[in-house]
């Protein structure tokens, strides 16, 4: 094979990736989002059909260019991106979850657009908890032997928080990074440890979101079998 050239690894495989951030709306022109730019979720689905695989890239807000190959679902919200991941998981061998979800929406939306008005407080923004994706589909898995991947974002005590949350989601793989001001958001670069739910843990030195990708990928394809 040419350099740069994969073995076809995940040939006749089907994956789904979630990539960006949802945007919760609370009337036509405002919402409540994240920065998610979704560029490791690309990469993901990148490094996916360079292997092989047949990939469906459910992409929530992103401006990222369409990757080769790729079947791409765009959505806006949590519930929307649920939908589409349900949908495309039914025949999917494996599922990664590297969008960052809104854990909470408006419980409201106003149809029309919300006016300030002269010696008025501003109203209060009440939120309802949005459904957990990662969990719910790793609890409930659409085919035997699914291979469920779930992305984490921590500030402190990394490792500790990310085990804890392996356990909570139920999912086979948990793919961590530590987050501050400068790190990870927007950036070109990751640094991260996949912790594996039969106890493994692989340290990714800091490097290309491809490079993450393929750790992935290799883990994925691992317990595909
Ligand atoms: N996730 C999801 N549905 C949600 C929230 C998160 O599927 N409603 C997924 C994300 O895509 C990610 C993983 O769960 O793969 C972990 O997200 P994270 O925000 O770190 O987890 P939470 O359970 O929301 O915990 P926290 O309170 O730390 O935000
Ligand atoms: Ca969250």
């Given at each position: 094979?040419?350099?740069?050239?994969?073995?076809?690894?995940?040939?006749?495989?089907?994956?789904?990736?979630?990539?960006?951030?949802?945007?919760?709306?609370?009337?036509?022109?405002?919402?409540?989002?994240?920065?998610?730019?979704?560029?490791?979720?690309?990469?993901?689905?990148?490094?996916?059909?360079?292997?092989?695989?047949?990939?469906?890239?459910?992409?929530?807000?992103?401006?990222?260019?369409?990757?080769?190959?790729?079947?791409?679902?765009?959505?806006?919200?949590?519930?929307?991106?649920?939908?589409a991941v349900?949908?495309?998981?039914?025949?999917?061998?494996?599922?990664?979850?590297?969008?960052?979800?809104?854990?909470?929406?408006?419980?409201?939306?106003?149809?029309?657009?919300?006016?300030?008005?002269?010696?008025?407080?501003?109203?209060?923004?009440?939120?309802?908890?949005?459904?957990?994706?990662?969990?719910?589909?790793?609890?409930?898995?659409?085919?035997?032997?699914?291979?469920?991947?779930?992305?984490?974002?921590?500030?402190?005590?990394?490792?500790?928080?990310?085990?804890?949350?392996?356990?909570?989601?139920?999912?086979?793989?948990?793919?961590?990074?530590?987050?501050?001001?400068?790190?990870?958001?927007?950036?070109?670069?990751?640094?991260?440890?996949?912790?594996a739910a039969?106890?493994?843990?692989?340290?990714?030195?800091?490097?290309?979101?491809?490079a993450l990708?393929?750790?992935?990928?290799?883990?994925?394809?691992?317990?595909?079998?």
């Amino acid at each position: 094979l040419a350099r740069g050239v994969r073995e076809p690894d995940l040939a006749g495989r089907h994956v789904v990736i979630s990539a960006g951030g949802t945007r919760e709306p609370l009337d036509p022109v405002r919402f409540l989002g994240n920065r998610s730019s979704g560029k490791q979720g690309y990469a993901l689905a990148r490094t996916a059909a360079a292997r092989g695989a047949r990939v469906t890239l459910v992409a929530a807000n992103t401006a990222l260019p369409d990757p080769a190959g790729v079947d791409v679902v765009p959505v806006g919200t949590a519930v929307q991106l649920r939908e589409a991941v349900l949908k495309a998981a039914a025949d999917a061998d494996a599922v990664v979850m590297a969008a960052a979800v809104a854990d909470f929406r408006p419980a409201t939306y106003a149809a029309g657009k919300i006016k300030k008005r002269d010696g008025q407080e501003p109203a209060p923004i009440t939120l309802v908890r949005n459904p957990d994706i990662l969990a719910e589909i790793s609890v409930d898995r659409a085919r035997p032997g699914q291979v469920i991947v779930g992305f984490a974002a921590e500030t402190d005590d990394v490792l500790a928080n990310g085990r804890r949350k392996l356990e909570r989601k139920g999912c086979d793989l948990l793919v961590v990074n530590e987050v501050g001001e400068r790190k990870t958001f927007g950036a070109e670069e990751n640094e991260a440890v996949v912790l594996a739910a039969d106890g493994g843990e692989t340290p990714v030195p800091h490097g290309p979101k491809e490079a993450l990708a393929d750790t992935v990928w290799d883990l994925v394809a691992a317990r595909l079998g």
